[in-house]
């Protein structure tokens, strides 16, 4: 295995937390420091600093990488024990300088590492020194290209969720979409402290909500780099759903039957990937029936097929806490609502009966509009009314 191979190597391994490969040790060692094992080296630092001598425990490691620079377990060694020692500046100065490759992708992990206890307008200066330099380490060693990428992006997905923190909303958008339109794969990859792409743009959405249009955008946007994320594809359906219903209130059925047509295709997508939702049938179908009124047979069939899987479920297998089963079985009442309208519009006036009288025996029971008024609607038509 050539060097730029086994390095690329030795940090996708660091990347995933998985035990770093070894390299070559030198051949004609000048110091014990240069002659040690990397891991011993750790083994002593880490000693170092149980006994308090933390400053001496990181510079046990500076001298290490120093007298052997190309040594990819020693500089992650070095950056793991100054992280925790909270002494990461004591690591950046001997980096800070180093032009190769190697040494700016270590650089750029001790700022973003850094970045994660400053404040804010400092953390966003030194994501943006991090991100340059994993793009310098790209360029200074080929090899290193999608790992620097990679970080590259979780730099700019951390900065988003520092602007959400402080508020900057604009800013946190803008960055949250371009790590995600940069490395989709990176989505639900942890950035620090629990973080996420994922979750600072749901946390946006939430922010926003009562913003659809820009609510409707963010999650549009979110599924056309990363569509087959079954939260973000049922927020995009909701809210494009949400701003039909606006438009067409208010008067423009033209603009509104666009976002219906959107929320049905993102609707359709998340079934596909979670088939046996009810909640999402049920969702689906009404779009279908109730705002583009088509597909009526199909989106009828995969409505009774979310009632029976429904049923099935509370009774065979309900789930464990009363919450989550009186979810399921407002979501089967809404299966029935809506199965009662298709009905209706498919002119069987006893079938919509039937389905909107088992609508009612869901939760919240009578507490339905919806099915009341298809109930009386049915009732009129089978009375000859």
């Known amino acids: 295995m050539n060097r730029s191979a086994l390095l690329l190597t030795t940090l996708a391994a660091a990347c995933a937390g998985a035990p770093a490969l070894p390299v070559p040790e030198a051949t004609t060692p000048t110091s014990p420091v240069v002659a040690a094992d990397a891991g011993a080296l750790e083994a002593l630092a880490v000693a170092t600093a149980a006994r308090g001598e933390a400053v001496a425990a990181v ?13 990819v377990p020693r500089l992650d060694a070095l950056v793991r024990i100054a992280a925790a020692e ?76 520092v602007a959400f923190r402080q508020g900057d909303l604009a800013s946190a958008q803008q960055w949250l979409l371009e790590a995600l339109q940069r490395r989709p794969d990176l989505l639900t990859t942890e950035l620090g402290g629990g973080d996420s792409i994922k979750l600072g743009l749901l946390r946006l959405g939430e922010r926003v909500m009562r913003d659809t249009v820009r609510t409707e955008r963010l999650f549009r946007a979110a599924v056309t780099f990363a ?59 009404l779009v279908a029936i109730h705002h583009l009124h088509r597909d009526r047979e199909a989106a009828m069939a995969l409505l009774q097929a979310a009632i029976a899987d429904g049923e099935r479920t509370l009774r065979d297998d309900p789930p464990p806490t009363a919450r989550a089963r009186r979810t399921l079985d407002e979501a089967i009442g809404d299966c029935y609502e809506n199965l ?43 009375s000859g009314g």
């Open 59 to 71: 510079q046990l490691l500076v001298d290490a990488v120093a007298a052997a620079p190309d040594d």
């Open 86 to 161: 909270q002494l990461l500046p004591l690591a950046l100065q001997t980096l800070r300088e180093r032009q190769d490759g190697l040494g700016r992708w270590f650089a750029g992990r001790v700022r973003y590492l850094l970045a994660s206890g400053q404040p804010f307008e400092r953390a966003l200066t030194t994501l943006d020194a991090a991100c340059r330099d994993f793009v310098a380490a790209a360029q200074g060693e080929p090899s290193f290209r999608d790992s620097s990428e990679q970080w590259a992006a979780m730099c700019i997905g951390a900065k988003g969720n």
């Open 340 to 382: 009662a309208l298709g009905w209706l519009d498919a002119g069987d006036a006893t079938a919509a009966r039937a389905a909107a009288l088992a609508s009612l025996q869901h939760h919240p029971g009578e507490q339905r509009p919806g099915a009341r008024q298809h109930l009386r609607a049915a009732e009129a038509k089978l």
């Open 227 to 285: 569509g087959d994320d079954l939260d973000l594809l049922n927020n995009a359906a909701v809210y494009a759903l949400d701003r039909g219903v606006q438009l067409e209130r208010g008067g423009d059925a033209a603009a509104a039957q666009e976002l219906f047509e959107r929320s049905y295709t993102h609707y359709r997508r998340a079934v596909a990937l979670a088939p046996d939702d009810v909640r999402l049938r049920n969702d689906c179908a």
